[in-house]
């Protein structure tokens, strides 16, 4: 059956702006969320926006971060990277050998829990609607 969001995260009225995500279940630092956009130049802002990617907010004080990269990682909604690094660390086929710099428009944006969070807790991320970081790639973060 489709759900349109992680068993561990529903909708709610948010105190930021209109309705936030929140956390029916405790989350560990590292996991990964889910997918929030993906580049189709056809759409407003370049970016189809998935039914997780609608309802997160902007705070100064995140618990998420918004990765924007080429490739998805190959972890299930609620899954865990093994370390930091692999979330921070742009993967090698992004890479423009000749510059040693990250190549091309992101094609992809998901979420990233930063700390650990509590039962009942809004997910918030640092983020400009749709801006990127000046490399295209990588942790959005102001």
């Given at each position: 059956m489709y759900r349109p969001l992680p068993e561990f995260l529903t909708i709610k009225n948010s105190p930021i702006e209109g309705l936030g995500l929140y956390t029916t279940k405790f989350i560990k630092i590292n996991t990964f969320i889910g997918l929030t956009h993906i580049y189709d130049e056809n759409f407003e802002n370049n970016y189809i926006r998935t039914p997780l990617g609608g309802f997160y907010n902007h705070s100064n004080k995140p618990n998420v971060a918004r990765m924007i990269s080429n490739i998805l990682p190959k972890l299930k909604p609620g899954d865990q990277f093994n370390s930091t690094d692999q979330i921070s660390k742009i993967p090698e086929e992004e890479m423009d050998r000749a510059t040693d710099k990250p190549k091309g428009v992101a094609k992809y944006m998901y979420l990233v829990t930063i700390?650990?969070?509590?039962?009942?807790?809004?997910?918030?991320?640092?983020?400009?609607?749709?801006?990127?970081?000046?490399?295209?790639i990588g942790f959005q973060t102001f």
């Open positions: 700390q650990d969070i509590n039962l009942q807790v809004e997910l918030t991320a640092n983020y400009n609607l749709y801006t990127y970081p000046s490399s295209g």
